[in-house]
């Protein structure tokens, strides 16, 4: 039956059958990886790590220690490994990690990735299937260990299953390494994880820094902890071990097992600086724990009448050491040193700075609006014996601490008179309305055409106006303009 090429065409597109292609085997792959793409895009809920919105007194949400060693894991997928470059590699001997970056806050020593980095991705990733599906037949059942990885690339499926020597399967992880795909080597590292003992494995992968990277990225990813623990130690990385055994704290939810735990802690061999913070760690939740239980008791049977008055919005358990310090001066500026509340107490056992401790005071005072706490914080005798205000603070910043705590304007005048610089200071007074600044500051200026202006924005009929205006009358006043 003769037809023409546009009936051809209609039959073709309109009828079930079709006709012969060399792209159908194609075309059935890319189904095959569009669904796995599908069933891999689901959002996946890491509920490991607990996140607690931490409140300090004065109810500004802050870290807490666990926090700040342990990043919480990201909110982002996806479906490809990242391509990690090989220049890079991971040092034996020494690491870039350093504890006191996590239990401050400050930057890691040198300017090198850390082991944390390398180690807390900020996706969730998915390895290639390593094996066929049923409907998929692969029709090259003997190809080489470089052709397994090209197909691997292609995101074909594979069967790495006959590669039994330990010489085909480095070149399988050596093949994938150079041609810098992310998901081939995961796929081989996996296969190589269940098919080699973990001596092997480990020895293997010392001296391929890049596969050794993905290695650790994928135990991390896993929540193999325990494999990784062995890993590290076998590298000869044993700070980094100890850290990431002290970081098992933070799975830890009852405070006094958590207490126990850190202990066992100080015997991890970290570097000096290091272990003196978890030392620091273990003693401070230690104290924690002391003073938490006779606050809630007191709390509870009403003998404290600073907690019916502030009610405590949050526990103090798993605070950082200044969020601590914040409370005990709140809840227990006079008691002795010999408490283990005392607010001295808890500065001279860690060590705080007399500019950290002043401002936790300050703010925690003026949270109370105890202002005559407040100047007894400034008050300080010279040799002569003549009381004088000092601030290891700029009175700037005092005045701004002051102002967030809905200070008096009669404090507020105290503090901005003393600010040193001209010009802040009147800009200071000007935002916190202290009009005797304000005019003083013109006056001494002789500046009169800004004390007309200001003189309008004053309340009419005020002590401030009529100040104004026998400042403008005053003959003996040599004005500039």
């Known amino acids: 039956m003769n037809r023409s090429k546009g009936e051809e065409e209609d039959y073709w597109n309109s009828s079930q059958s079709r006709a012969f292609t060399f792209e159908d085997d194609e075309d059935d792959l890319t189904k095959l990886k569009e669904s796995r793409l599908a069933v891999n895009s689901i959002k996946l809920t890491d509920d490991d790590e607990d996140e607690w919105e931490r409140v300090n007194w004065s109810g500004e949400p802050v870290g807490s220690i666990s926090r700040l060693v342990g990043e919480t894991a990201a909110s982002s997928q996806r479906t490809d490994f990242p391509k990690v470059s090989s220049e890079s590699s991971l040092n034996k001997s020494s690491s870039g990690l350093s504890l006191s970056a996590l239990f401050r806050g400050k930057p890691s020593r040198g300017s090198y990735p850390t082991f944390i980095e390398s180690i807390e991705p900020s996706t969730r990733l998915f390895a290639p299937e390593l094996r066929p599906r049923p409907h998929y037949k692969d029709f090259a059942g003997d190809l080489s260990p470089e052709e397994t990885v090209q197909r691997l690339q292609l995101g074909k499926s594979v069967a790495m299953e006959r590669f039994r020597s330990l010489q085909d399967k480095l070149l399988l992880l050596d093949y994938a390494v150079s041609g810098n795909d992310g998901n081939a ?164 056992t860690f060590k705080v700075s007399e500019k950290q401790f002043f401002i936790s005071a300050l703010s925690a005072l003026s949270k109370l609006k105890s202002w005559s706490e407040v100047d007894s914080l400034f008050s300080s005798k010279s040799w002569l014996g003549f009381s004088r205000k000092k601030s290891p603070l700029s009175y700037s910043r005092v005045v701004d601490i002051l102002h967030k705590n ?48 200001y003189r309008d924005k004053v309340e009419r009929g005020s002590d401030e106006e009529r100040k104004i205006t026998d400042l403008l009358n005053n003959s003996q006043i040599r004005w500039k303009n």
């Open 406 to 453: 809905s200070a008096p304007s009669s404090v507020l005048v105290q503090y901005v008179s003393l600010v040193e610089d001209p010009e802040q200071r009147l800009s200071l007074a000007q935002k916190h309305k202290c009009h005797d600044i304000v005019i003083n500051t013109f006056r001494d200026l002789k500046d009169r055409q800004m004390l007309v202006q």
């Open 185 to 348: 080597i995961t796929a081989v590292l996996i296969f190589m994880k269940r098919t080699l003992s973990k001596e092997v494995l480990f020895r293997e992968l010392e001296s391929r820094p890049t596969a050794l990277r993905h290695f650790i990225h994928l135990l991390t990813e896993t929540h193999e902890q325990r494999l990784l623990l062995d890993l590290l130690r076998a590298l000869g990385r044993v700070e980094d071990a100890a850290l990431l055994q002290y970081k098992e704290h933070l799975n830890i939810s009852d405070e006094n097992k958590r207490r126990d735990f850190l202990k066992s802690c100080i015997s991890l061999p970290f570097s000096a600086e290091d272990a003196a913070l978890v030392q620091d760690h273990y003693t401070l939740l230690e104290r924690q724990i002391i003073i938490e239980a006779a606050d809630s008791q007191a709390e509870k049977s009403g003998k404290g009448s600073v907690f019916q008055k502030f009610p405590r919005k949050a526990s103090i358990l798993n605070m950082p050491l200044i969020t601590t310090l914040y409370y005990c001066v709140y809840y227990h500026y006079h008691e002795s040193e010999g408490s283990y509340s005392s607010p001295s107490n808890l500065r001279q």
